[in-house]
């Protein structure tokens, strides 16, 4: 298990794993090649809108569970 003393590995391995590019980076850098910097932009609006609908979307499910769930908020 690990313990506190762990934690500057675990941040730095956040830390990478953020950088690291993923498929939505390769995504806006290929449209960006291909079909300029407008594009490139447009790719970044529609992928951040995703980001915060899927982020809100699971907020509001927890927020059902626990509201709902009498084994997980106490009297």
């Given at each position: 298990m690990l313990g506190i003393h762990?934690?500057?590995l675990y941040v730095f391995s956040c830390i990478l794993l953020?950088?690291?590019p993923g498929q939505d980076t390769m995504y806006i850098i290929g449209r960006s090649l291909a079909?300029?910097?407008?594009a490139?932009?447009?790719?970044?609006?529609?992928?951040?809108?995703?980001?915060?609908?899927h982020t809100l979307l699971a907020a509001l499910g927890?927020?059902?569970?626990?509201?709902?769930?009498a084994m997980l908020l106490p009297s």
């Amino acid at each position: 298990m690990l313990g506190i003393h762990d934690f500057p590995l675990y941040v730095f391995s956040c830390i990478l794993l953020n950088l690291t590019p993923g498929q939505d980076t390769m995504y806006i850098i290929g449209r960006s090649l291909a079909q300029g910097r407008r594009a490139g932009i447009v790719s970044v609006l529609g992928i951040m809108t995703g980001v915060w609908v899927h982020t809100l979307l699971a907020a509001l499910g927890l927020s059902v569970i626990l509201a709902t769930s009498a084994m997980l908020l106490p009297s």
